[in-house]
DNA sequence: TCTACAATTGACTGATTAGTCAGTTACACT
DNA sequence: AGTGTAACTGACTAATCAGTCAATTGTAGA
C-alpha cells in the first residue's frame, strides 16, 4: 500500500520533470502529466492540490538532489583547494549525469511559479557553501570579494561548462574540460 | 501611415516583451498581449502569424539589441585587456539599464519556443567575440583553453554579476561590482 | 465473507486558449 | 466627392485548460 503511494506520486514527479523541461509550465497540461504517469488526472490532484503545488514539490526535491550532490566526498581535512575542486566537478557531474534536471533548474530557478517560501526553504541546504567561502576569504586563501559574488561566479561557471559538455559531441574529453573550467574559476578566486 | 504600422507593432512586441517575462510563454495568452498593447487580436496576427513567430522575432531583436551594446566603444587599438574589460562592463550595464531584456533572455534562451533557425541568424552576431579571444590567445594574451569555454565562462559570469546586482539593494555600489567581477573572470583567463 | 475506508478513476464543468474572418475605418490618389 | 486598398477590429469557434466529484477498486482487519 505505501509502496503503491509512493509508486505513484513519484511516477507523476518524473512525468511532471520530463514534460515541463521539454514543454514549459504553462505549455504542459496536467492531463499530459497524468496520462505520461500512467496514473488518471484526479489522482495527480490527489497528491498536488495544485498543478503549482506540483512544480514547488518537484523544484525542491531537485534542488534537494543538487545539494546533496555537491556537498559529497568532501574531506574536511583535505586543502581548501581540493574541497573547491571537488564541489566544482560535483557539480558538473551531476548537470551531465541528470540533464533533465539541470535544465529543469536552470528554466525554473528565476522563475514566477516558485514561491519565495520554497525558495527560501531551498537555500537553506547551500549555507554550506557560504560558509566555506567565507571560511577561504577568511583564511586568506581566497580573494576578499563579497561571499556571494564569489559564490555566484562559481555557480553560474560551473553552469556554463555544463552547457558546454552538454553541447559538445560526446567524443570530447569531458574531465579536460572540468579540470580547464576549473583551472580559469580557481585561479580567478585564488589569492596568488 | 508608416510610422502608425511601426507603432503598433513596436507596442506588440514591447507588450509581449513585458508579459513573457512576467508569466512565460504559455502563460501570456494572445489577448493580453494585444490588450497591454492597446490593439485588437486580430492586428497582432496581421503582423506575427502564429504566437511563435512573436517570441522568435523579439527573441531575435533582444538578443541584436545585446550584441550591439556589448561591442559599443571598443577601440580597435587599446590593449586587449582593456577591450575585454570594456565588453564586460558594456554586457552588465545592458542588463541592468534593461532588465526586462535580460531576463528575457535567461529564460528563453534554451525554450523550446525558439526555433533553430532564429538561434542560428543570432550566432552569426557574435563571430566578433569568438574573433577577439582567438585572437587573444593566439598573442599569448590569455591563457589556451577552447574558444568556446572561455567565451561560455565569461559570458555566464556577466549573468551572474547582473544577477547579482538586480538582486542587491541599490545602494550598493555597482561599479565596484562590475571591477571585482571582471578582476576575477580576467585574471581566471589571463596568461599571466 | 463482510465491513470500512483510503486510493484511484475519468467523465465532466466553466473558463480560457490561439487563431479566423467578415466587416469597418482611414487615407492616398484621381 | 468617389474609389481602391491596406490596416485594423473584435465577436466568434473549436480545442484545450485546471480542477471536481460521484462512483469504483483494492485491501486490511474482524
Sequence with gaps: MKEQVIDKKTAI????????????????????ISKEAGVATGTLFNYFPTKEDLINSLYFKVKGQLSQSMGKEIEAQSPFQDKLRKIWSNLIKWGVDNQEEFLFVGQFCSSPYITKFTREEVMKEYVFLHDLVNQGIKTGVI??????????????????????????????DKNKFIEDGFQIIWKGLAKN
Tied chains: 1, 2.
Design 13 to 32: 514527479i518524473e512525468a511532471a520533470l520530463k514534460l515541463f523541461t521539454e514543454r514549459g509550465f504553462h505549455g504542459t497540461s496536467t492531463a499530459q
Design 143 to 172: 580573494r576578499d570579494f563579497s561571499a556571494e559574488l564569489t559564490i555566484a561566479m562559481f555557480c553560474q561557471a560551473s553552469r556554463a561548462l555544463v552547457n558546454l559538455i552538454l553541447d559538445s559531441d560526446s567524443s570530447q
